[in-house]
C-alpha cells in the first residue's frame, strides 16, 4: 500500500558502514571509544544522509519552477524530537534498528539520548511544528522561519512540590540535525533616527540612519513530507555579532566594551521568553521579533528579486502568514523595503504589502492582546513607527469616511491606543495589513468575529475566516501509538497516515468485539509503556489498572487545573468521610503535566497545590490505592507521545470563551481517549463529530458565561450552597495539605471565594457530575471501548493536513509542486 518511500538500496550493511564511517570521518572515533553523543551523533546524520537528496531536488524543483511558497512566520516551533520523525520520512527504521542491533547498541536507548528543541511554549509553538510537517507532506513549497533560540523552553523541576526553571540547554552537545549558513547571514539594523528629505518632484524621502546592528545567521532544518519526495525547510535565524560593530570598538581599544557588544548583539536569541497567554512588553522580546522578521522578509525579496518589476510580483511568489501577532512588525517592514529601499510608491506598495500578509489570531483574553509602547517602538525601530502612523492615518480616514462623525469607533479601532499608555496594537495592525484573519477553531472565529475585532469585521466582513487547528497524525498517531497504528493498518490498509479522514473507515469496527478486544489490548499496553516510562523518567509508581484521567497543557488559570484539583480533592473528602468507599471504587489514576510561566505566581501556587494534594493522598492508607495523583515534571513533546497514547479520559475543562482552540484535544480524541470538557475551543467540533454519546459535556456555555458576569459573580455563593464543594475548599484551608499550615494555600483559598475570574466555583457541580457520569460509564469496559473506537473513526477532520488543505483553499491559494 502506500508506505513511505525507503532509500531502497540501504541494506543494513549499508547502513553500517555509515555508520562507522561516520563515526571515524566527523567525530574522529570508532565503535570501542565513541561516547554517547558520538553515537548518537552518528546515527543522526546516517539517517539524515538519505534525506539530503531529495531536499536538493525539492529545493532545485521549486526554484525553477519560480514557485509561490508559503512563508509561515513564527516566533515558536515545539518541535519535539526528530530522530524518529525522520526515521519515519525516509522508511528507513528497521534498517536502522537492526544496523544497531547488529553492532550491539540499543537503538531505544540511543533514541532516548536526543534532547528534544523546545522552541516553544506550548499550543502555538506545536501548531507551527504540524503546519510545517503537513505542508511538506502536501508539496506545498513552503519555509518556516523562526529563531533558534540557544536556550527553549525552561526545563521545570519540583523542589518541595514548587516549580523550579532550570535552563534548557538543548545545544550544548551540538544539534546534528542542523544547517547553518553563516555566509548567507543578514544584517538587522536596530535604533537610530530618520532622515527626510525631498526629492526633485517633491516626494518625501526617508532614511534610516540605524545606530546598531547583528548578523542574523541562518540554521536550516529539514522538514521532510511523509509518504513523498518532497522536503521542505525550517529555517531558523541565530544572532551574532557585526563585524563592523566589534571592529570600531576593538580599533578605539576598548577590549571590554567589544566583548560586552558581542554579547549584546547575541542575547537577540539567547532564550525563548516563556509566556503563556500574557505579553511580556519587554523590549529584548521586540528586538526578537523584528530579528527574525526582518531576516526572513529580506530573504524572501531576495529570491523574487529586487528591481520593481521582481517586486510586483511578490504577490504570485510569496504568501506570508503571522501565527498571532509576533511576527506583525514584519507588515511595516515590507514596507519599509519596498519604498524607501526600493523606491516603490506608498499606495502600490501598500497594495503588495496587504496581498502577501495573512494573520492567525490565537486569543481571546483581551489581557494577551499585544501593544507596544510607542516609547520603546520608536527608540528601537524610528521608521517602523512612522509608516504604523501613516498606515493608520489612512486606515482612520477611511474609517471616518464610512462613519462620519463616530469618533467613538475610530478610537477603539485606531492602530495607536492612548490608553493608559501611547502604544501600537499589534492585532489591529495586523488586521488593517493583512488580506485574511483566521480564527483557530469555529466558535472561536465567531467569538473573534463578534466580540474581539467586531468593529474590523463590520467594515470588512469578508477578511474574516476560520482554520480550525490540527495536528499531524505522523507523530501523534503513527509515531506515538505504534499499536494502535498497527491496529488501523490491519483494519483499513495504511493510506490514513496520509489521508486521516480514511478513519471513518474504522467505523463499523467499533461493533466488532475482537476488534474492541484488540483495541483494549493497546491500550492496556500503552498504559504499561507510561507506567515504565514514568517509573524511569520521575520514580513515580503507578498501578496500570485503573482509569487514566489526564490533563496536560500549559497552566493557566483559564484552563482550570484548579477544576480538576477540586474533584481530586472531593473525591479523597467522600472517601474521608466514608461517602465513597476507595474497595468499590474504580481506581482512578489523575496525571497533569503542565508549565508555569516563571513569573505567574497564581500558576506556580496552582503547582505547589497539586503537588500537596497528590504528597498525601498518596501517603495515605485510607484511600487503599483508589485515588493516585501523579505530576510527573517537565511536561513536552516527548513526554507528550507516551502520555497521550495511555490515557482513558481527556480534560479538556477551560472556561466557555477562553481557549481558542485547544490541539491537545485532538491528540487525545485521536488517540481513543474519550473527552470530558466545557463547549469551548474545538472541543465543539470534537463533540459534533464524534457524537454526544462519546463525549462528557459539562458546564457553562459561553453566552451563559457572559451573562453571568454581567450579573455579577458570587463565587462564595456557591461555596456556602454547595456541602461538597464547601468540604473540599475547606480541607485545602484546614492544611490538610500543608501539614497544617492554614497560610500555605490561603492566596489560593481566598482567590476563589472573592475573586474566581475563571468561573471554577460555577462549574463545579455540573463536572462532579459529569464524572460520575465517567465512572459508571468506565464499568462497562466493552461500551466504553465501543466509544472509544469511534472518537478515532470520527476524528480525522483533526489532522493538520486538512488545516492545510483549508488555509490553501481560504487564504493561500498555494499550488502544490510535487518533486519526482
Ligand atoms: C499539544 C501540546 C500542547 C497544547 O496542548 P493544549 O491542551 O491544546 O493546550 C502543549 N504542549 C505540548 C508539549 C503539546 O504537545
Same mark, same amino acid.
Given at each position: 500500500?502506500?508506505?513511505?518511500?525507503?532509500?531502497?538500496?540501504?541494506?543494513?550493511?549499508?547502513?553500517?558502514?555509515?555508520?562507522?564511517?561516520?563515526?571515524?570521518?566527523?567525530?574522529?572515533?570508532?565503535?570501542?571509544?565513541?561516547?554517547?553523543? +558520538?553515537?548518537?551523533?552518528?546515527?543522526?546524520?546516517?539517517?539524515?544522509?538519505?534525506?539530503?537528496?531529495?531536499?536538493?531536488?525539492?529545493?532545485?524543483?521549486?526554484?525553477?519552477?519560480?514557485?509561490?511558497?508559503?512563508?509561515?512566520?513564527?516566533?515558536?516551533?515545539?518541535?519535539?524530537?526528530?530522530?524518529?520523525?525522520?526515521?519515519?520520512?525516509?522508511?528507513?527504521?528497521? *534498517?536502522?534498528?537492526?544496523?544497531?542491533?547488529?553492532?550491539?547498541?540499543?537503538?531505544?536507548?540511543?533514541?532516548?539520548?536526543?534532547?528534544?528543541?523546545?522552541?516553544?511554549?506550548?499550543?502555538?509553538?506545536?501548531?507551527?511544528?504540524?503546519?510545517?510537517?503537513?505542508?511538506?507532506?502536501?508539496?506545498?513549497?513552503?519555509?518556516?522561519?523562526?529563531?533558534?533560540?540557544?536556550?527553549?523552553?525552561?526545563?521545570?523541576?519540583?523542589? +518541595?512540590?514548587?516549580?523550579?526553571?532550570?535552563?534548557?540547554?538543548?545545544?550544548?552537545?551540538?544539534?546534528?540535525?542542523?544547517?547553518?549558513?553563516?555566509?548567507?547571514?543578514?544584517?538587522?539594523?536596530?535604533?537610530?533616527?530618520?532622515?527626510?528629505?525631498?526629492?526633485?518632484?517633491?516626494?518625501?524621502?526617508?532614511?534610516?540612519?540605524?545606530?546598531?546592528?547583528?548578523?542574523?545567521?541562518?540554521?536550516?532544518?529539514?522538514?521532510?513530507?511523509?509518504?513523498?519526495?518532497?522536503?521542505?525547510?525550517?529555517?531558523?535565524?541565530?544572532?551574532?555579532?557585526?563585524?563592523?560593530?566589534?571592529?570600531?570598538?576593538?580599533?578605539?581599544?576598548?577590549?571590554?566594551?567589544?566583548?560586552?557588544?558581542?554579547?549584546?548583539?547575541?542575547?537577540?536569541?539567547?532564550?525563548?521568553?516563556?509566556?503563556?497567554?500574557?505579553?511580556?512588553?519587554?523590549?529584548?522580546?521586540?528586538?526578537?521579533?523584528?530579528?527574525?522578521?526582518?531576516?526572513?522578509?529580506?530573504?524572501?525579496?531576495?529570491?523574487?528579486?529586487?528591481?520593481?518589476?521582481?517586486?510586483?510580483?511578490?504577490?504570485?511568489?510569496? *504568501?506570508?502568514?503571522?501565527?498571532?501577532?509576533?511576527?506583525?512588525?514584519?507588515?511595516?517592514?515590507?514596507?519599509?523595503?519596498?519604498?524607501?529601499?526600493?523606491?516603490?510608491?506608498?499606495?502600490?506598495?501598500?497594495?503588495?504589502?496587504?496581498?502577501?500578509?495573512?494573520?492567525?489570531?490565537?486569543?481571546? =483574553?483581551?489581557?494577551?492582546?499585544?501593544?507596544?509602547? *510607542?516609547?520603546?517602538?520608536?527608540?528601537?525601530?524610528?521608521?517602523?513607527?512612522?509608516?504604523?502612523?501613516?498606515?493608520?492615518?489612512?486606515?482612520?480616514?477611511?474609517?471616518?469616511?464610512?462613519?462620519?462623525?463616530?469618533?467613538?469607533?475610530?478610537?477603539?479601532?485606531?492602530?495607536?491606543?492612548?490608553?493608559?499608555?501611547?502604544?501600537?496594537?499589534?492585532?489591529?495592525?495586523?488586521?488593517?495589513?493583512?488580506?485574511?484573519?483566521?480564527?483557530?477553531?469555529?466558535?472561536?472565529?465567531?467569538?473573534?468575529?463578534?466580540?474581539?475585532? *467586531?468593529?474590523?469585521?463590520?467594515?470588512?466582513?469578508?477578511?474574516?475566516? $476560520?482554520?480550525? $487547528?490540527?495536528?499531524?497524525?505522523?507523530?501523534?498517531?503513527?509515531?506515538?501509538?505504534?499499536?494502535?497504528?498497527?491496529?488501523?493498518?490491519?483494519?483499513?490498509?495504511?493510506?490514513?497516515?496520509?489521508?486521516? #479522514?480514511?478513519?471513518?473507515?474504522?467505523?463499523?469496527?467499533?461493533?466488532?468485539?475482537?476488534?474492541?478486544?484488540?483495541?483494549?489490548?493497546?491500550?492496556?499496553?500503552?498504559?504499561?509503556? =507510561?507506567?515504565?516510562?514514568?517509573?524511569?523518567?520521575?520514580?513515580?509508581?503507578?498501578?496500570?489498572?485503573?482509569?487514566?484521567? !489526564?490533563?496536560?497543557?500549559?497552566?493557566?488559570?483559564?484552563?482550570?487545573?484548579?477544576?480538576?484539583?477540586?474533584?481530586?480533592?472531593? =473525591?479523597?473528602?467522600?472517601?474521608?468521610?466514608?461517602?465513597?468507599?476507595?474497595?468499590?471504587?474504580?481506581?482512578?489514576?489523575?496525571?497533569?503535566?503542565?508549565?508555569?510561566?516563571?513569573?505567574?505566581?497564581?500558576?506556580?501556587?496552582?503547582?505547589?497545590?497539586?503537588?500537596?494534594?497528590?504528597?498525601?493522598?498518596?501517603?495515605?492508607?485510607?484511600?487503599?490505592?483508589?485515588?493516585? !495523583?501523579? %505530576?510527573?515534571?517537565?511536561?513536552?513533546?516527548?513526554?507528550?507521545?507516551?502520555?497521550?497514547?495511555?490515557?482513558?479520559?481527556?480534560?479538556?475543562?477551560?472556561?466557555?470563551?477562553?481557549?481558542?482552540?485547544?490541539?491537545?484535544?485532538?491528540?487525545?480524541?485521536?488517540?481513543?481517549?474519550?473527552?470530558?470538557?466545557?463547549?469551548?475551543?474545538?472541543?465543539?467540533?470534537?463533540?459534533?463529530?464524534?457524537?454526544?454519546?462519546?463525549?462528557?459535556?459539562?458546564?457553562?456555555?459561553?453566552?451563559?458565561?457572559?451573562?453571568?458576569?454581567?450579573?455579577?459573580?458570587?463565587?462564595?455563593?456557591?461555596?456556602?450552597?454547595?456541602? #461538597?464543594?464547601?468540604?473540599?475548599?475547606?480541607?485545602?484551608?484546614?492544611?490538610?495539605?500543608?501539614?497544617?499550615?492554614?497560610?500555605? %494555600?490561603?492566596?489560593?483559598?481566598?482567590?476563589?471565594?472573592?475573586?474566581?475570574?475563571?468561573?471554577?466555583?460555577?462549574?463545579?457541580?455540573?463536572?462532579?457530575?459529569?464524572?460520575?457520569?465517567?465512572?459508571?460509564?468506565?464499568?462497562?469496559?466493552?461500551?466504553?471501548?465501543?466509544?472509544?473506537?469511534?472518537?478515532?473513526?470520527?476524528?480525522?477532520?483533526?489532522?493538520?493536513?486538512?488545516?492545510?488543505?483549508?488555509?490553501?483553499?481560504?487564504?493561500?491559494?498555494?499550488?502544490?509542486?510535487?518533486?519526482?
Amino acid at each position: 500500500m502506500n508506505q513511505p518511500p525507503a532509500s531502497p538500496s540501504v541494506s543494513v550493511d549499508d547502513f553500517t558502514t555509515d555508520f562507522i564511517s561516520r563515526l571515524h570521518n566527523s567525530r574522529g572515533v570508532d565503535l570501542e571509544s565513541a561516547s554517547d553523543n +558520538d553515537l548518537y551523533s552518528a546515527l543522526a546524520w546516517t539517517v539524515r544522509k538519505h534525506l539530503i537528496d531529495r531536499w536538493l531536488v525539492t529545493k532545485r524543483v521549486q526554484r525553477e519552477n519560480k514557485a509561490k511558497t508559503v512563508a509561515y512566520l513564527s516566533a515558536e516551533y515545539l518541535l519535539g524530537a526528530q530522530l524518529h520523525n525522520m526515521l519515519l520520512a525516509s522508511g528507513l527504521g528497521t *534498517v536502522a534498528r537492526e544496523s544497531m542491533a547488529s553492532l550491539g547498541l540499543s537503538f531505544d536507548w540511543l533514541a532516548e539520548l536526543e534532547v528534544e528543541p523546545g522552541l516553544g511554549n506550548g499550543g502555538l509553538g506545536r501548531l507551527a511544528a504540524c503546519f510545517v510537517d503537513s505542508l511538506a507532506t502536501l508539496d506545498i513549497p513552503a519555509t518556516g522561519y523562526g529563531i533558534r533560540y540557544q536556550h527553549g523552553i525552561f526545563r521545570q523541576t519540583f523542589v +518541595d512540590g514548587r516549580q523550579v526553571e532550570q535552563p534548557d540547554n538543548w545545544l550544548e552537545l551540538g544539534s546534528p540535525w542542523e544547517f547553518p549558513h553563516p555566509e548567507a547571514s543578514i544584517v538587522v539594523h536596530f535604533g537610530g533616527h530618520v532622515e527626510h528629505t525631498t526629492d526633485a518632484e517633491g516626494n518625501d524621502l526617508a532614511a534610516w540612519k540605524p545606530a546598531w546592528n547583528v548578523l542574523a545567521v541562518p540554521y536550516n532544518y529539514l522538514v521532510p513530507g511523509y509518504g513523498t519526495q518532497n522536503v521542505n525547510s525550517l529555517r531558523l535565524w541565530s544572532a551574532r555579532a557585526t563585524q563592523s560593530f566589534d571592529l570600531q570598538i576593538f580599533n578605539s581599544g576598548d577590549y571590554e566594551n567589544a566583548v560586552r557588544a558581542q554579547t549584546y548583539a547575541e542575547n537577540i536569541s539567547q532564550v525563548l521568553y516563556p509566556e503563556d497567554s500574557t505579553p511580556q512588553g519587554k523590549e529584548l522580546r521586540l528586538q526578537q521579533q523584528y530579528f527574525f522578521v526582518a531576516a526572513s522578509v529580506q530573504e524572501m525579496i531576495g529570491q523574487v528579486g529586487t528591481s520593481l518589476d521582481e517586486l510586483r510580483t511578490l504577490p504570485q511568489r510569496v *504568501v506570508f502568514q503571522l501565527n498571532d501577532t509576533h511576527p506583525v512588525i514584519a507588515i511595516p517592514e515590507m514596507m519599509r523595503l519596498l519604498v524607501d529601499v526600493y523606491g516603490m510608491e506608498w499606495d502600490e506598495a501598500w497594495g503588495i504589502t496587504r496581498s502577501v500578509f495573512n494573520y492567525t489570531c490565537h486569543t481571546l =483574553l483581551p489581557e494577551a492582546l499585544e501593544v507596544w509602547s *510607542v516609547d520603546l517602538l520608536g527608540r528601537l525601530l524610528p521608521r517602523h513607527l512612522e509608516i504604523i502612523y501613516r498606515i493608520n492615518d489612512d486606515f482612520v480616514a477611511e474609517v471616518r469616511e464610512s462613519h462620519p462623525g463616530n469618533e467613538l469607533l475610530v478610537r477603539r479601532m485606531s492602530i495607536i491606543q492612548e490608553q493608559p499608555f501611547r502604544a501600537v496594537r499589534m492585532a489591529h495592525l495586523a488586521t488593517v495589513g493583512s488580506t485574511k484573519v483566521n480564527g483557530v477553531a469555529a466558535l472561536h472565529s465567531e467569538l473573534l468575529k463578534d466580540k474581539v475585532l *467586531v468593529d474590523f469585521s463590520n467594515l470588512w466582513p469578508e477578511k474574516f475566516t $476560520n482554520v480550525t $487547528n490540527g495536528v499531524t497524525p505522523r507523530r501523534f498517531v503513527k509515531i506515538a501509538n505504534p499499536g494502535l497504528s498497527s491496529l488501523i493498518d490491519e483494519a483499513i490498509g495504511t493510506d490514513w497516515v496520509k489521508d486521516l #479522514s480514511q478513519l471513518s473507515r474504522l467505523e463499523p469496527f467499533a461493533d466488532d468485539a475482537a476488534f474492541r478486544e484488540q483495541f483494549r489490548a493497546v491500550k492496556a499496553a500503552n498504559k504499561t509503556r =507510561l507506567v515504565e516510562t514514568l517509573r524511569k523518567r520521575d520514580g513515580i509508581e503507578l498501578a496500570d489498572d485503573a482509569i487514566f484521567d !489526564v490533563m496536560v497543557k500549559r497552566l493557566h488559570e483559564y484552563k482550570r487545573q484548579m477544576l480538576k484539583v477540586l474533584h481530586v480533592v472531593t =473525591l479523597y473528602d467522600k472517601i474521608l468521610r466514608g461517602e465513597l468507599d476507595p474497595e468499590s471504587m474504580t481506581p482512578r489514576v489523575v496525571i497533569f503535566g503542565a508549565k508555569a510561566a516563571p513569573g505567574y505566581l497564581m500558576a506556580k501556587e496552582i503547582i505547589a497545590l497539586i503537588n500537596a494534594v497528590g504528597a498525601t493522598i498518596n501517603a495515605d492508607p485510607r484511600v487503599k490505592g483508589a485515588l493516585y !495523583v501523579a %505530576f510527573p515534571a517537565n511536561y513536552n513533546v516527548t513526554l507528550a507521545e507516551t502520555l497521550i497514547p495511555a490515557a482513558d479520559l481527556s480534560e479538556q475543562i477551560s472556561l466557555a470563551g477562553k481557549e481558542a482552540s485547544g490541539t491537545g484535544n485532538m491528540k487525545f480524541a485521536l488517540n481513543g481517549a474519550l473527552t470530558i470538557g466545557t463547549l469551548d475551543g474545538a472541543n465543539v467540533e470534537i463533540r459534533e463529530l464524534v457524537g454526544d454519546d462519546n463525549f462528557f459535556l459539562f458546564g457553562l456555555t459561553e453566552p451563559e458565561v457572559a451573562t453571568l458576569q454581567a450579573k455579577g459573580y458570587v463565587p462564595s455563593a456557591y461555596y456556602e450552597a454547595n456541602a #461538597s464543594l464547601k468540604n473540599a475548599i475547606d480541607l485545602i484551608a484546614s492544611g490538610a495539605f500543608s501539614g497544617g499550615n492554614r497560610q500555605t %494555600f490561603e492566596g489560593i483559598v481566598s482567590d476563589l471565594l472573592w475573586h474566581d475570574r475563571f468561573l471554577v466555583l460555577a462549574d463545579y457541580q455540573a463536572y462532579i457530575e459529569a464524572q460520575n457520569v465517567v465512572e459508571s460509564a468506565y464499568a462497562d469496559q466493552d461500551a466504553w471501548a465501543k466509544s472509544a473506537i469511534l472518537n478515532v473513526a470520527r476524528s480525522g477532520f483533526f489532522s493538520s493536513d486538512r488545516s492545510i488543505r483549508d488555509y490553501l483553499d481560504r487564504i493561500w491559494h498555494t499550488p502544490a509542486v510535487p518533486v519526482q
